[in-house]
């Protein structure tokens, strides 16, 4: 006989009804899905990667707690273009830049004095001026 009586029985079976996504899941899909079709990146207006963006989706991954491949890739992205991101085209160290590379490192437990070519700890503390 090719078909037989399974070998174990289920006496219950439990029926689960569809069940909603949270909001941090729906947000972190999107997130992962953008990143994973955008070579580790959140594209801008222009379709060229948002590092900004970027970033910030590193945060909000990591705070929801989904997307650790997305948020691997994304990390790696920031740190190849960690210098051109925290420098205005005079290349003087743009703070806040250089604070969202700080705070990604630290989300995903890097070290933040060694992001890339560039320390972005040491170029925030540089950049201070009387208003920050």
Do not use: W
Not at 15 to 32: F, R, S
Not at 45 to 71: E, F, H, R
Not at 96 to 118: I, K
């Amino acid at each position: 006989m090719i078909f037989g009586t399974p070998s174990c029985a289920f006496n219950k079976v439990q029926v689960v009804k569809d069940v909603e996504p949270t909001p941090a899941a729906v947000a972190a899909g999107y997130l992962g899905r953008t990143i994973a079709a955008n070579k580790g990146a959140v594209p801008g207006y222009d379709s060229s990667p948002d590092y900004n963006g970027t970033a910030n989706a590193v945060l909000s991954l990591v705070a929801a707690g989904y997307g650790s491949d997305q948020i691997t890739a994304a990390t790696r992205t920031l740190r190849a273009n960690a210098v051109d991101f925290t420098r205005d085209d005079s290349n003087a160290v743009v703070p806040g830049e250089a604070a969202a590379l700080v705070l990604g490192a630290h989300a995903t437990r890097a070290d933040p004095r060694s992001f890339g070519a560039t320390n972005p700890v040491r170029d925030i503390r540089r950049s201070r001026t009387v208003a920050g």
